[in-house]
Nanobody, 115 residues
Framework: QVQLVESGGGLVQAGGSLRLSCAVS????????MRWYRQTPGKQRELVAS???????NYLDSVKGRFTISRDNAKNTVYLQMNSLKPEDTAVYYC?????????WGQGTQVTVSS
């Protein structure tokens, strides 16, 4: 089985920072895109950031300038650096990896930002 293991969530005050990690058990050569989604209760899951195998990035408008997606191919890990956090960033964050044949999801990690 392919596994995506997330870590790095927690509770922070507004203006603080967190770094989420997602360790991926598939070969990086098979990956077309690595993504972070988030979801709050009663809301549809939304795409926060994406990183293609070529290095192209895209971000949700509300996180531009504050969040950065990156990867470490040697560790098969994707990161989401979150700075200047706001209470509206509170959500469960999910790592998503798209390969040429399928896609996979992490278990989710809770991020809570207090006022």
């Amino acid at each position: 089985q392919v596994q995506l293991v997330e870590s790095g969530g927690g509770l922070v005050q507004a203006g603080g920072s967190l770094r989420l990690s997602c360790a991926v058990s598939v070969s990086t050569s098979s990956i077309a895109s690595m993504r972070w989604y988030r979801q709050t209760p009663g809301k549809q899951r939304e795409l926060v950031a994406s990183l293609s195998n070529s290095g192209r990035t895209n971000y949700l408008d509300s996180v531009k300038g504050r969040f950065t997606i990156s990867r470490d191919n040697a560790k098969n890990t994707v990161y989401l650096q979150m700075n200047s956090l706001k209470p509206e960033d509170t959500a469960v964050y999910y790592c998503n990896v798209v390969t040429w044949a399928s896609e996979y999801w992490g278990q989710g990690t809770q991020v809570t930002v207090s006022s």
